[in-house]
Structures are given as C-alpha cells and as structure tokens.
C-alpha cells in the first residue's frame, strides 16, 4: 500500500524567504507526482506535475524535483508572499488512482 | 469552458440516513473520480468510474456505491451515514486514455452528519 508523508506538517515564514516542502513515498512504481494547493475549505488546485521519467518541473516561482528511486520530491517556492499561505498536498498516482499525504500547512506573515 | 462542478455544496445529514452527491465532469473528460477528504487529512480514493462502470475502488465499505451515467456525469451515494462519514467529498475528472495526466477537481461537497 502506497504510503505519502509530508514535512514538515506547517510551516510560518516571513514574506519574501524560499519555501521548501517535502514529500516522500513509499512505493516507487508511480506513473507522475503532482503537486496541489488547497485552500481553506476549498478543493484542489494542480500546481505541478512531474511525470516518473521526468527529474523536475517549473512554473513561475515555483520548481518541483523528483526522485523516483528514492521516494522523494521537494517543491521550492522562491519569495514566498502573502497569497501563498494554504496547504499544499502532495500526492502520486498509480493504479488508476492519486494517493495523498495529509499536506504542509504554509503561513506567510506580511 | 466549466470545470469540474459539484452538487450541493453543503450538506446536513442525521446518522443513518442516506445522501446522494453529484459531479459532472470538465468538458471532454470521461473519468470521474471521487475522494473524501477529513478534516485535516489528505483525501483518500473511494472509486473510479470509466464508461459508466467501477474500475478501481479504495479501501471503503459497500455503503459506498457510485454511478456513472451516459454524459459521464456521476453520483456517489452513501448509506447508513455514520458520524465519520463527515467531510469533504471531492470529485475529479481526466481526459479519455490520458489518465496519467492531471485530475481536476471540483470545489467539493461538505458532508456534515449529526
């Protein structure tokens, strides 16, 4: 069984400092990783996805890596502003079907 | 173009009634996806319906059941509702044969159950 983790589980920082959110799994036979923003209440938002043959993806201020061999990818997000505060999830798909981690709360304080 | 819209947006339920929820998919999708999301948890997969059939489901009980109709559009159907059966219901839809690419979702349904 396909199992995500994400760390840390929140973060603060202020406006302006890089984010780095990481997210592991445990079964590396995945099709792609996406990437997600949700806000409160709300449902999901695709911010990237790295297909399995792919080692990173990029857009706008934000840059995803992937590992596939070692069950890890890290989303980076350069400048961090106010807007950016929501969780972000991570999730792979495989199987006809995403498996999620539970997601890293992100505060940036103005 | 609408994307992925779902049906109603809230909902208030008592234990062991039913509830029915509904998605229709982003245009030109024939995939539907559901998934329920508890309160600060990840969502997890309930089913996937292709040509109006199941063709994967997740770890949930048989009072979980779904349906797909001809303009792929779905419902998901619950029974017996338990207090844990509250929260936030999402549907996603994906291109024909291009599954591995992204899902959209729809805003959700907020299952509520006293």
């Known amino acids: 069984k396909q199992e995500v983790t994400q760390i840390p589980a929140a973060l603060s920082v202020p406006e302006g400092e890089n984010l780095v959110l990481n997210c592991s799994f445990t079964d590396s036979a995945i099709y792609n990783l996406q990437w997600f923003r949700q806000d409160p209440g709300k449902g999901l938002t695709s911010l990237l996805l790295?297909?399995?043959?792919?080692r990173e993806q990029t857009s706008g201020r934000l840059n995803a890596s992937l590992d596939k061999s070692s069950g890890r990818s890290t989303l980076y997000i350069a400048a961090s502003q106010p807007g950016d505060s929501a969780t972000y999830l991570c999730a792979v798909f495989n199987d006809y079907k995403l498996s999620f981690g539970a997601g890293t709360t992100v505060t940036v304080r103005a | 173009d609408a994307g992925v819209t779902q049906s109603p947006t809230h909902l208030i339920k008592t234990r062991g009634q039913q509830v029915t929820l509904r998605c229709s998919p982003k245009?030109?999708?024939?995939?539907v996806s559901w998934y329920q999301q508890a309160l600060g948890q990840g969502p997890q997969f309930i089913f996937q319906y292709y040509e109006e059939e199941e063709r994967q489901r997740g770890n949930f009980p048989d009072r979980f059941s779904g349906h797909q109709f001809p303009n792929y559009s779905s419902e998901l159907n619950v029974n017996a509702l338990l207090l844990g059966d509250s929260a936030l219901y999402l549907c996603?839809?994906?291109?024909?044969?291009?599954?591995?690419?992204?899902?959209?979702f729809g805003p959700g349904t907020r299952l509520t159950v006293l």
């Open positions: 996603a839809s994906s291109r024909p044969d291009r599954v591995t690419d992204t899902q959209y």
């Open positions: 245009s030109g999708h024939d995939t």
């Open positions: 790295i297909q399995s043959s792919q």
